[in-house]
């Protein structure tokens, strides 16, 4: 027995393995593309499902203003009935009242608040010009009445509000 067999106990184990130098042989190149050409699939398939989402929302939201916008005729016909029926039977304007605020409860359940402050700063976002008085008591470009009922916000907008406005001062 030679002295480097001394004391050292010998296992059947191979030795941990080292990476080669040797080329890639033709099944590893082969799993790397596969594994390339899987993950390049389920990228694409979580992109598709993203577009999917971003359209559905989009429908959804297109949806959602083509119906509200076929209250808005419903609205204007019962804000005059409305007018009219004070003339004649205030019972009956408080009734049909009633019905228009519903209608207008409806329009805002589905995103789209009204827009009838007064005494606001005009803003083209939200405003449409109908009419331009005299400044009076109110500083320039301010919102004295509104003529017709707007719906929405600036960043969805369905209807701006038809105001009557201050003049600009100069």
Known sequence: MDDRDVGSTETD?????????????????????????????AADL???????????????EAERARAASVFLPVVDGLDD???YART????????????REQAIAALERLGYPRIDEVGVPFDPRIHEVVSVVE????PPRTVVAVARLGFGSPERLLRPAGVVVTAAEG
């Open 13 to 41: 184990e191979s030795p941990p393995e080292t990476p080669s130098a040797e080329p890639p042989n033709d099944v590893d190149l082969r799993l790397a593309e596969a594994e390339d050409r899987w993950r390049r699939a």
């Open 46 to 60: 979580d992109n598709t499902r993203k577009r999917a989402a971003r359209e559905l929302a989009l429908a959804r």
């Open 81 to 83: 009935a409305v007018a």
């Open 88 to 99: 004649v039977n205030e019972a009956l304007a408080e009734g049909m009242e009633s019905i």
């Open 135 to 138: 400044k009076g008591d109110s």
